[in-house]
């Protein structure tokens, strides 16, 4: 029988810009990402680069989390754009915007890449992907970005991956990469609010041997 409660402790919290004490500088504020001295340590030489990417990365720090807790190691966040980039996993578009996450080639890349197996949960409810966690695994799931102000309401679902670390018989625990404190790290919400920003799909993200809870 699956426990009622289950955190994965110490799971390492990730922004997908440099310093998450300057999110709600450039988020609140629109303030350039490369105020933040922190940008440079994601591994790209080039602000422009970092600027087009960096609000697109949400998938990718959640993966980045998720390694660095099981210690499976990882090259900075540049070099793994590059690689995702390589296997499909965001694709350019003509009028110079991007589709991606695409969860498919994600999921291969990332078995082939670093040994974590990944289910795609295309259709379903967050209280299912929630009971799939256990002392291996961890989840993704897409919701709008405007969970990191859950006080108030929201436009949209979708849109923004948050990693999930934690469950219990009537909320989660996530990482909120462009989430603003108090609602970044370890963040708990009921399933009852998670329900008007989630999208209804998700991933997850097991490794054999991963550390305990």
């Not at 310093?19 to 940008?39: A, L």
């Not at 370890?186 to 999208?199: E, G, I, N, W």
């Amino acid at each position: 029988m699956k426990e009622l409660t289950l955190r994965h402790a110490g799971v390492p919290y990730h922004t997908q810009w440099g310093s998450p004490e300057w999110v709600r500088h450039i988020v609140e504020k629109q303030g350039d990402p490369c105020d933040d001295p922190g940008w440079r340590k994601s591994g790209f030489p080039d602000p422009q680069r970092y600027r087009f990417w960096a609000k697109r990365l949400c998938g990718l720090t959640c993966l980045e989390s998720a390694l660095d807790y099981w210690r499976i190691e990882h090259p900075p966040r540049a070099a793994l754009l590059d690689e995702a980039l390589r296997h499909g996993v965001y694709r350019m578009r003509d009028d110079g915007g991007v589709d991606g996450l695409i969860y498919r080639p994600f999921a291969t890349w990332v078995s082939e890449a670093f040994g974590v197996h990944v289910d795609v949960l295309p259709q379903a409810p967050l209280e299912e992907i929630a009971a799939r966690l256990d002392r291996q695994t961890l989840a993704i799931a897409s919701v709008s970005p405007e969970i990191r102000y859950p006080e108030r309401p929201n436009q949209r679902q979708g849109g923004h991956l948050i990693l999930l670390h934690g469950r219990d018989s009537v909320g989660v625990w996530f990482h909120n990469p462009s989430g603003i404190a108090p609602q970044q790290a370890d963040v708990y919400l009921p399933f009852a609010t998670m329900a008007r920003f989630y999208a209804g799909r998700g991933m997850t993200l097991s490794r054999t041997g991963a550390l305990g809870t």
